[in-house]
C-alpha cells in the first residue's frame, strides 16, 4: 500500500462561546488536518496546537512541518510513511500525530476501526456558570441529560474559585462526581490555601494545578492536600508519568492524543499507567471532531473514566460529512460511521491548503 494522495488543510473554525481556561482564552480552533489515499481507502488526523499551557507547539509549527512531511511521504508505502513521521514525535508529537493517526486509520488499525455494535462513551459536563443561579440550572441539566461527571474550571482567583466549588458542591449533593482543573492556574501557596479550602466531599480529583514542570511542588502538594491530584500538562509521554509516580505527585493522569502521537501510543500509555497504580482519564477539550472521534474509540476499547473528548461540542459548524452523534451527555460510536470531511465546510473555513498527488 503506497500513499496516493495527501491532502492538508489549515482550519480556523469559530467556537460557540469563547472558551476560558487559567491561561487562555479561546475564540476559535487553529487546526492542521491530513488525509491521507491509498488504494481507495482513506485516514484522516487532526492536531490543534497554540494554546498557551497546552502544548509547547504553535499552530504554525504545526502547519509548516506538515507542508515540509506531506511531499515527503507520498509514494512511500505505509510503514515507510510511519517510520519517517514517527521520527519526530518526541520532539514534534502534535505536528506528527495528524500523519501517524491518518495512517493508522488507512490501515484499518483496531483502535481507530469503528466499534462491532454501537456503544457510547461518557464525557463530563463542564460547568460554566458563576452564579449560584446559574450554577444550580447548569447541574440540573447535567444530572437530568445522564451525566456522571461535572468538571469545575479553576486557577482564576482562588476565594472565587473556592466559593463556585462550594456552591457547586452544594447544589449537587452527591450526585456525581465532581472533577476540577485548574490549568496551571495557581502559585503553590494559592494551591494550598484552595485545597485547604475546599471540602473534599464528592471531589473525584484536582488537575494540574501548578505549572507543568513544577514537580517538587506538585509532589509537596500531593502530601498535604486532602484532594487527589493529578497531570495533565505535566504529561507528554511514558517518562513523564514515570517521573509521576517515582515522585508521588498525583494519583490520575490525563493524555491527550495529540501529544502522544498515535492511538497505538496512547494505549500503550494507558496499559503501562495502570500497571503502575495511576488512574487514566483520557481526552482534549480543545481539540477538534477528528481527535474527539479518535479519542472516543480509543476509550471505548481501553475502558478508560469518564472522558474529556468534548472539544467538538464548543465548535460553531462541522466539518465532517456526517457529525458526531451525541446521546445523553455520551459520545454515540455506531458500527456504520465514518470519519469524512464535507469538503465545502473544509474550504470555508480553511486559512491555507495543499493537495499532493
Known amino acids: 500500500?503506497?500513499?496516493?494522495?495527501?491532502?492538508?488543510?489549515?482550519?480556523?473554525?469559530?467556537?460557540?462561546?469563547?472558551?476560558?481556561?487559567?491561561?487562555?482564552?479561546?475564540?476559535?480552533?487553529?487546526?492542521?488536518?491530513?488525509?491521507?489515499?491509498?488504494?481507495?481507502?482513506?485516514?484522516?488526523?487532526?492536531?490543534?496546537?497554540?494554546?498557551?499551557?497546552?502544548f509547547w507547539e504553535t499552530a504554525d509549527e504545526v502547519?509548516?512541518?506538515?507542508r515540509h512531511e506531506g511531499p515527503r511521504?507520498?509514494?512511500?508505502?505505509?510503514?515507510?510513511?510511519?517510520?519517517?513521521?514517527a521520527a519526530h514525535v518526541a520532539d514534534l508529537p502534535c505536528a506528527a500525530t495528524p500523519f501517524l493517526t491518518a495512517l493508522e486509520m488507512l490501515a484499518g488499525h483496531p483502535l481507530l476501526t469503528p466499534p462491532p455494535e454501537s456503544c457510547t462513551?461518557?464525557?463530563?459536563?463542564?460547568?460554566?456558570?458563576?452564579?449560584?443561579?446559574?450554577?444550580?440550572e447548569e447541574v440540573e441539566d447535567f444530572i437530568a441529560r445522564g451525566l456522571d461527571t461535572i468538571k469545575i474550571k479553576v486557577g482564576f482567583d482562588v476565594e472565587g474559585d473556592v466559593e463556585r466549588v462550594t456552591i457547586a458542591q452544594d447544589k449537587i449533593r452527591g450526585r456525581t462526581r465532581i472533577r476540577i482543573?485548574?490549568?496551571?492556574?495557581?502559585?503553590?501557596?494559592?494551591?494550598?490555601?484552595?485545597?485547604?479550602?475546599?471540602?473534599?466531599?464528592?471531589?473525584?480529583?484536582?488537575?494540574?494545578?501548578l505549572k507543568e514542570g513544577e514537580w517538587k511542588a506538585m509532589a509537596e502538594l500531593a502530601?498535604?492536600?486532602?484532594?487527589?491530584?493529578?497531570?495533565?500538562?505535566?504529561?507528554?509521554?511514558?517518562?513523564?508519568?514515570?517521573?509521576?509516580?517515582?515522585l508521588g505527585c498525583a494519583r490520575f493522569v490525563k493524555f491527550k492524543l495529540m501529544k502522544m502521537g498515535s492511538a497505538?501510543?496512547?494505549?500503550?500509555?494507558?496499559?503501562?499507567?495502570?500497571?503502575?497504580?495511576?488512574?487514566?482519564?483520557?481526552?482534549n477539550g480543545a481539540a477538534g471532531e477528528i481527535s474527539c472521534c479518535q479519542e472516543a474509540l480509543v476509550a471505548a476499547r481501553m475502558k478508560t473514566r469518564t472522558g474529556e473528548m468534548n472539544?467538538?461540542?464548543?465548535?460553531?459548524?462541522?466539518?465532517?460529512?456526517?457529525?458526531?452523534?451525541?446521546?445523553?451527555?455520551?459520545?454515540?460510536?455506531?458500527?456504520d460511521h465514518r470519519l469524512r470531511l464535507d469538503r465545502r465546510k473544509v474550504e470555508k473555513y480553511a486559512l491555507d491548503l495543499c493537495v499532493l498527488t
Open 264 to 283: 497505538g501510543a496512547l494505549a500503550e500509555a494507558i496499559e503501562a499507567s495502570r500497571k503502575m497504580g495511576l488512574e487514566v482519564i483520557l481526552g
Open 1 to 54: 500500500m503506497n500513499i496516493e494522495r495527501v491532502e492538508l488543510y489549515r482550519l480556523k473554525i469559530p467556537l460557540k462561546q469563547p472558551y476560558k481556561i487559567a491561561t487562555a482564552v479561546m475564540n476559535a480552533f487553529d487546526s492542521t488536518v491530513v488525509v491521507i489515499r491509498s488504494e481507495g481507502r482513506e485516514g484522516l488526523g487532526e492536531a490543534m496546537a497554540d494554546i498557551p499551557g497546552y
Open 181 to 209: 482543573d485548574a490549568n496551571q492556574g495557581y502559585t503553590f501557596p494559592q494551591a494550598k490555601e484552595f485545597v485547604r479550602n475546599v471540602p473534599p466531599g464528592g471531589i473525584e480529583f484536582l488537575e494540574q494545578p
Open 311 to 335: 472539544g467538538f461540542l464548543k465548535i460553531g459548524d462541522s466539518i465532517l460529512a456526517e457529525e458526531i452523534r451525541t446521546e445523553g451527555g455520551k459520545i454515540l460510536l455506531r458500527p
Open 63 to 66: 502547519w509548516k512541518f506538515a
Open 73 to 85: 511521504i507520498l509514494g512511500l508505502s505505509a510503514s515507510e510513511a510511519r517510520s519517517s513521521i
Open 223 to 246: 502530601r498535604i492536600s486532602p484532594i487527589p491530584l493529578g497531570l495533565d500538562e505535566s504529561i507528554y509521554g511514558l517518562a513523564a508519568v514515570e517521573k509521576a509516580k517515582k
Open 121 to 136: 462513551v461518557p464525557m463530563v459536563g463542564i460547568l460554566q456558570a458563576n452564579d449560584a443561579e446559574g450554577i444550580s
